[in-house]
T-cell receptor, first 109, second 114 residues
Framework: GQNIDQPTEMTATEGAIVQINCTYQTSGFNGLFWYQQHAGEAPTFLSY??LDGLEEKGRFSSFLSRSKGYSYLLLKELQMKDSASYLCAVLDSNYQLIWGAGTKLIIKP | IAGITQAPTSQILAAGRRMTLRCTQDMRHNAMYWYRQDLGLGLRLIHYSNTAGTTGKGEVPDGYSVSRANTDDFPLTLASAVPSQTSVYFC?????????????FGSGTRLTVV
């Protein structure tokens, strides 16, 4: 079956750095997405990786290793507004998005 | 309209009643999706449509039906609601293969079946 694993919850301090890991086993691979979802709101697109390596976008970076079935989202200079759930999703061989359950990130002052 | 519009925003529905959740997009995306999101379970695909006139079943299709008469609209119908259908429902759309920018989501419909 298809499976995406990410930690349920993480806590970090304002101004610090946090890394959210995601491992996946899917039928085929056409890219990996990270989405941010604030409580009570819709998911919004953060990043897309289809090749191995690091993609940097401001305070957020996303890394992919296809051979290891592994990705991480790195958030730097954490702000209180970064408190949200972070969803990892993989586009499978049928171009359907398979979703992880999400990681709830709690930022403390 | 900008992006995806869902209606209603929230609804309390008596069990056994029929209900249609509306979804309209103005991005001319070919593909559209309906998800439900429950605490601890993440997003689960109910039905999808790769292009107008076609639909397919997702992971949890039982009790739900969809239609795709045109590119913009993708309504989701609960024929006879049950309490287990209490959830937050998100409609989403993407270009043909969902690559690059992934899916765009509507703001969601919070449904409570009592």
């Amino acid at each position: 079956g298809q499976n995406i694993d990410q930690p349920t919850e993480m806590t970090a301090t304002e101004g610090a750095i946090v890394q959210i890991n995601c491992t996946y086993q899917t039928s085929g691979f056409n890219g990996l997405f990270w989405y941010q979802q604030h409580a009570g709101e819709a998911p919004t697109f953060l990043s897309y990786n289809v090749l191995d390596g690091l993609e940097e976008k401001g305070r957020f970076s996303s890394f992919l290793s296809r051979s290891k079935g592994y990705s991480y989202l790195l958030l730097k200079e954490l702000q209180m507004k970064d408190s949200a759930s972070y969803l990892c999703a993989v586009l499978d061989s049928n171009y359907q998005l398979i979703w992880g359950a999400g990681t709830k990130l709690i930022i403390k002052p | 309209i900008a992006g995806i519009t869902q209606a209603p925003t929230s609804q309390i529905l008596a069990a056994g009643r029929r209900m249609t959740l509306r979804c309209t997009q103005d991005m001319r995306h070919n593909a559209m999706y309906w998800y439900r999101q429950d605490l601890g379970l993440g997003l689960r695909l109910i039905h999808y449509s790769n292009t107008a006139g076609t639909t397919g079943k997702g992971e949890v299709p039982d009790g739900y039906s969809v239609s795709r008469a045109n590119t913009d609209d993708f309504p989701l119908t609960l024929a006879s609601a049950v309490p287990s259908q209490t959830s937050v429902y998100f409609c989403a759309s993407s270009d043909s293969n969902g690559g690059g920018y992934g899916y765009t989501f509507g703001s969601g419909t919070r449904l409570t079946v009592v």
